[in-house]
């Protein structure tokens, strides 16, 4: 009965997460943190890397270049930067970092967008950003797949996932967004299942 109930629970993830950035044709891939500060950039760019954590209040901090492996899967990731989250980032990396990437992650806070106005408007201004740019540019089909940190703080809540998609769906939409992968980046298991996801 175990395998079942674990193939239906891996099939379920599957089907809200549905990518596959690290087993694409490409088998170097340029992938961009975007977000505002504190949202978890330096974390996830850790967590794929195997780098310490280092800060990056202002201007960026540079990246190796680093194989990911999956079983016999494996994928490049080019150097790359883990940027500020500031404003003054957006206008300094966003054109630049988008214009390299293959797929860009863009990371907010679960509980900041749910309770601070300001915190939803300025993300929304920056997927607006985002979005417009790829438009003006030949990005259309770059993949940005939305992070939705610190779900920890706010799971209890109820239709937390909902509130929170309510928050930034119709920008999402605008540019073909896909729903968030709600996560704790500080949880290993959790971020064993989205690197397991990216693969498939
Ligand atoms: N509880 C919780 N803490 C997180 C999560 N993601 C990041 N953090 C913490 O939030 C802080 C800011 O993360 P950091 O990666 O530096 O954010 P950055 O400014 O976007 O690079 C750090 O102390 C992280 O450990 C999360 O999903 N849940
Ligand atoms: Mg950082």
Request: hydrophobic share 35%; proline share 2%; aromatic share 10%.
């Amino acid at each position: 009965m175990l395998p079942f109930i674990i193939g239906g629970v891996v099939a379920v993830i599957a089907g809200i997460f549905g990518y596959s950035i690290f087993s694409s044709e490409k088998k170097e891939i340029y992938v961009s943190v975007l977000g505002p500060s504190s949202s978890g950039k330096t974390t996830l760019h850790n967590y794929l890397r195997k780098t310490e954590y280092k800060d990056a209040t202002i201007g960026h901090n540079d990246l190796e270049k680093i194989v990911i492996k999956k079983g016999n899967q494996k994928v490049t990731i080019k150097k790359g930067k883990d940027i500020a989250g500031t404003d003054q980032a957006v206008k300094a990396y966003y054109k630049e970092e988008i214009q390299l990437s293959d797929v860009s992650f863009f990371i907010f806070d679960s509980s900041k967008i749910l309770e601070k106005e300001t915190y939803s408007k300025n993300v929304n201004g920056r997927l607006n950003f985002i979005n417009k740019y790829c438009k003006t540019s030949k990005k259309e089909k770059l993949k940005i797949m939305l992070i939705a940190s610190h779900f920890d703080k706010v799971k209890t809540k109820p239709s937390a996932k909902k509130l929170i998609w309510e928050k930034i769906d119709k920008i999402a939409n605008e540019g073909k967004i896909n729903k968030p992968i709600y996560i704790d980046l500080t949880n290993e298991t959790e971020l064993e299942a989205l690197k397991n996801e990216l693969f498939k």
